[in-house]
Nanobody, 115 residues
Framework: QVQLVESGGGWVQAGGSLRLSCAASRSIFIAATMGWYRQAPGKQRELVAT???????NYEDSVKGRFTISRDNAKNTVYLQMNSLKPEDTAVYYC?????????WGQGTQVTVSS
């Protein structure tokens, strides 16, 4: 099992920016698809963005053009740069790794965007 530790969440006003980081405990990171998900109160967890081992990215429609996912394989770390934040982006953000059908989750980090 991969251990994932997120950081970088916090409070920001609408229009502001935050960068989330997720450090993985194992070197299998380089082969894994990494992703960010979020869960708002009373809602199901949803995909935000993913990045494959080759760097291919995928985004949920509402964050396209505002969020950027990237990875640093030398540091076993994946990032989520969030710009032009909106109140509806408020949620707990989770990092996930997927490899060989197995998914591991981080503990989550709170992002709060005030209007």
């Amino acid at each position: 099992q991969v251990q994932l530790v997120e950081s970088g969440g916090g409070w920001v006003q609408a229009g502001g920016s935050l960068r989330l980081s997720c450090a993985a405990s194992r070197s299998i990171f380089i082969a894994a698809t990494m992703g960010w998900y979020r869960q708002a109160p009373g809602k199901q967890r949803e995909l935000v963005a993913t990045i494959g081992s080759g760097g291919y990215t995928n985004y949920e429609d509402s964050v396209k053009g505002r969020f950027t996912i990237s990875r640093d394989n030398a540091k076993n770390t994946v990032y989520l740069q969030m710009n032009s934040l909106k109140p509806e982006d408020t949620a707990v953000y989770y990092c996930a790794s997927t490899l060989g059908g197995l998914r591991s989750w981080g503990q989550g980090t709170q992002v709060t965007v005030s209007s």
